[in-house]
T-cell receptor
Framework: GDSVTQMEGPVTLSEEAFLTINCTYTATGYPSLFWYVQYPGEGLQLLLKATKADDKGSNKGFEATYRKETTSFHLEKGSVQVSDSAVYFCALSDLPGNNRLAFGKGNQVVVIP | EAQVTQNPRYLITVTGKKLTVTCSQNMNHEYMSWYRQDPGLGLRQIYYSMNVEVTDKGDVPEGYKVSRKEKRNFPLILESPSPNQTSLYFC????????????FGNGTRLTVT
């Protein structure tokens, strides 16, 4: 079935550092890909999305490019802030016929001043 | 304000005592879904609903029930809660069958002793 794999373990980095969170996927069709962010004590919020190969999603300085050849959708930000500390989830929605999102396990990101 | 509202935010109960977690959305969304979030496992879908009176199982439906009598409400029912249902629960909705943007509630933290 459809699945999403995120890199293991939390990510700790200093303010203004470069952030990368890896995400790879397995899908039988042509999925749409998403990154969701969860701030402490809150629900998930859509951060960015890409609906077809080579699309780049971007928001709040974050970017991710839909790479069909490597089945990847890695999240990047050039200069993180303390306020970017959160849990980040990669997800896919595979249509037609699949009425759900498949989520990765999430990565805790901690940005230290 | 467009939102998904879950109640209660926190709930502590005992094994076997029936409970209901309510979910309501004010965006006239057709699609609604319940997830549970557990450490190391990410988000797993419990049930979803494509419209009124249309519900279907997700990945982990055992021990849960749902109903969709009105478009705005999608309660999650635990008829006989057990300690393994201790978790953080999220309700989500979407106007889009392609699920290109899920709106999440702020979560319900359930503890079953």
């Amino acid at each position: 079935g459809d699945s999403v794999t995120q890199m293991e373990g939390p990510v700790t980095l200093s303010e203004e550092a470069f952030l990368t969170i890896n995400c790879t996927y397995t899908a039988t069709g042509y999925p749409s890909l998403f990154w969701y962010v969860q701030y402490p004590g809150e629900g998930l919020q859509l951060l960015l999305k890409a609906t077809k190969a080579d699309d780049k999603g971007s928001n709040k300085g974050f970017e991710a490019t839909y790479r069909k050849e490597t089945t990847s959708f890695h999240l990047e930000k050039g200069s993180v802030q303390v306020s970017d500390s959160a849990v980040y989830f990669c997800a896919l929605s595979d249509l037609p016929g699949n009425n759900r999102l498949a989520f990765g396990k999430g990565n805790q990101v901690v940005v230290i001043p | 304000e467009a939102q998904v509202t879950q109640n209660p935010r926190y709930l502590i109960t005992v094994t076997g005592k029936k409970l209901t977690v309510t979910c309501s959305q004010n965006m006239n969304h057709e699609y609604m879904s319940w997830y549970r979030q557990d450490p190391g496992l990410g988000l797993r879908q419990i049930y979803y609903s494509m419209n009124v009176e249309v519900t279907d199982k997700g990945d982990v439906p055992e021990g849960y029930k749902v109903s969709r009598k009105e478009k705005r409400n999608f309660p999650l029912i635990l008829e006989s809660p057990s300690p393994n249902q201790t978790s953080l629960y999220f309700c989500a909705s979407s106007s889009d069958r392609g699920l290109r943007a899920l709106h999440f509630g702020n979560g319900t933290r359930l503890t079953v002793t």
